[in-house]
């Protein structure tokens, strides 16, 4: 589901809703300028997982654990040649 985000991500973390928002918005923030469509359907995947688990963003987003996944991801995403990261931004739904 989330090939770009998973990297950094265990297999239990793909399943906890907290971490996911975080890479979900990490990938969304990276993507925006360099693929719209990449960042569209992350925003539209984000907004699915809030609806389908009744969750709260503002209480994630302001949640201790929040800002470490959130800044790991962005950093790594980054941090890859401008190649890679249109790459991943295409491969990361």
């Known amino acids: 589901m989330l090939a770009a985000a998973g990297h ?8 906890d809703p907290a971490q996911m928002v975080d ?4 990938v969304v923030f990276v993507c925006g300028p ?13 907004e699915r997982l ?6 709260d963003l503002k209480q994630l987003r ?5 800002q470490p996944i959130y800044n790991s991801e962005v950093n790594r995403m980054l ?15």
């Open 8 to 15: 950094g991500t265990t297999a239990a973390a793909a399943d």
């Open 23 to 26: 890479s979900i918005d990490a």
């Open 34 to 46: 360099i693929d719209a469509k990449s960042a569209k359907t992350g925003q539209a995947l984000l």
């Open 50 to 55: 809030i609806a389908e688990r009744k969750l």
């Open 62 to 66: 302001q949640a201790p654990g929040y």
């Open 79 to 93: 941090s890859l040649s401008p190649k890679d990261k249109l790459a991943a931004c295409q491969g990361a739904w």
